[in-house]
């Protein structure tokens, strides 16, 4: 057995979220649902890795299938009822397999928490030399950050990239599944079967595989964990990272749905096959469509026949993204898996960017209609089910023009009348309950387009979403006076710079919104004429939307400078993330026209350090009243800061992998002039 590795504990700091802002559009007249975590550990292995042959399985049956016993950094290593049980002492170790030499591999492990105290973390470690005492590391912590890089000399730890998971891990039995890849010089990091973070090195070619846990300095006990189903596969360096197949077209599917018939109006099935069909092998099998597999919000996959939607962040809604439908009839074929109190799974109607109607089931027993616009979310109507949603049952509505009928086992049960949308995608809409995660399997969704349809009617405006709790100011210095009056702008709808995939989030400021308002210690921040105006006092800080953390994304705002001293400057971060919130991407312009595009990191002290991308200037200083556009697309490892529609820097780098964004403001130095900015249609798409 080979002597434990030992490296300190980085002390972690209480994290203060500015404002809870969800990218999820939300049912919010339904009940609030928490963010749970997925109830099962799973063992499918990642889309995006091509695999050879399994090299090892341990599957913890056996004592001898991996090192236990009594160690300084462990008070328990044991095999207990099938699972590996490693309990923490009061420093932090590691404890390799003993029996691997790998080079290029990729391994997954499924960890359940038993015991998760804020500060501590579990995790991960590749190609370890018991020799030298290096590794590469993988530390997930319980506040649900984690952190990636190479430890050198068991001290020596050299973070090459963090971030933030959906939530923190949880201690009621929640399984989860760690994995990390070696292929040649890149360290690739995964978490329930998502790549969360990557970083390349060069420095340790081969070694041992093991497992670490970091307590709590000097709390012995502050994290313990089981682990089961260890499996270890072979990789290719060229066959790694190979992305996932589109899904094929689909071919003419069957009739054979039991659908309802409605006299005097439209007879189901028609005597055309469905225009599109859902195939248990196939995905969702939609000419020309990319089948969504993962994203930060929903999980959506084929697996054992059927088609799976797991909502990650509470509420979530996956589109076809190739439909545009006016009058149809649409069917799904669902089983609930799992649906708590609270729970519900829909079909997304005339989807047309943020805004759309969501026809489904409640866990308890109910039907409801609703139409979602970005985070507002007003519900049309509702009505009783014959039982609760279990087992298998279908779900269907027929749309034409302004009215909708729904169907429930072949059964109309209700119907309503909305012109509002009058064509779009159509797609899916899970929410968690308030306690568990729902879990739902479609195994058929058809289509068929009704022709001749008559016309719409006209409906009313949505409602305003339900307000959420007013941030924490924090405590803050005077502000200076703003303005009485900003400058007009027009609302004009999102436009981007370049061909992207669909909007994920708009804020246009125009009604309630989910921005925080009040005074900070570095800010103020008010909702006047249809824009968020923000006035610097005399610090920089950074307004975060608190979202679940995206990766990929193109962000932009129009901003208006209503006073602009001269280097007085603000920014759109994105990828926001660390212990503090302090690491991110950000493109930043200052009054005098002078831009950077630059990379933020700060330690848990508080202290910011960095480095300047790109910088250049513009033709001529920024002019108080004119309107601007400011964008930043992260897509991997390139950033590239736009202006007004042009790009300005297109540079690679792969520092920070996934966060929250937001908007920075600074005012002028050293003299602290305020700066104050009049900001509307924040937009951010997926690209």
Known sequence: MKKMNKMKKMKKKMRRMTHVYPIAVALLLLLAAMIPGITSARQDTPDDITLGDRLEFFDFTEAASWPVGTYTWADDAAITEGRYVLVSSDIAGVIPSGVLDLDNFYAQ??????????????????????????YYYFSIECDGFFDAGVISNFETREVKTQGALIQPLKTDGTGYVAGILANGSEIALYWDGARVGSFTDTRLARGDLGLHLLPVDGEPGSVATALDNLSVW???????????????????????????QV??????????PPDYEFSD?????LPGAEFVREDQLVRAEVIDGGYLVTPLAGTAAVFSEVLNLTDFYIEATLTTTSCPEGGFFGLGLRQQDS???????????TWLAAQVTGLQTSTITSGALAGTLADTHVLGVKVEGAEFTVYWDGEAVGAFSDGQITAGDIGFHVQNGAQAPIGIR???????????????????????????????????????PAPTATPALSAEPCTAPMPLNALRYQETFDGTIFWPLGTYDFAVGEQREGRYVLTSTKIIGTIRAASAPVGDLYAQYQVTPVQCPTNAAFGLPVRISGPTWGNFYVAIMQCD???????????????????????????APLAAGETYTLGILARGSEIAYYWNGTELARVTNSIHFAGDFGIQIRPSVPDYQPVTIAVDNFCVWKP
């Open 593 to 619: 026209g002078n831009w950077r595009l630059s990379t933020v990191l700060t330690d848990e002290g508080g202290n910011v350090s960095g480095e300047v991308l790109a910088d250049g200037a513009l033709d």
């Open 263 to 272: 006299s005097g109006e439209f007879v189901f099935p028609p005597t055309t």
């Open 109 to 134: 492990v499924e960890v359940y928490p038993q015991v998760c105290e804020s500060g501590a973390a579990l995790g991960l470690v590749a190609r370890a030399d018991a020799n030298t005492s290096n």
């Open 281 to 285: 092998a196939e995905g969702w099998n």
């Open 234 to 260: 072979q990789v290719s360096a060229v066959a790694a990272n190979a992305p996932p197949a589109a899904a094929p077209p689909a071919a003419a599917g069957d009739q054979s749905q039991a659908s309802p």
């Open 355 to 365: 805004a759309y109607y969501v026809v489904g089931a409640i866990c308890n027993g």
């Open 442 to 480: 479609v195994d058929k969704l058809a289509i068929w387009e009704i022709t001749a349809p008559p016309p719409a009617a006209a409906g009313g405006a949505p409602p305003a979403a339900a307000p959420t709790a007013a941030p924490d100011a924090g405590g803050a210095a005077p502000p200076a």
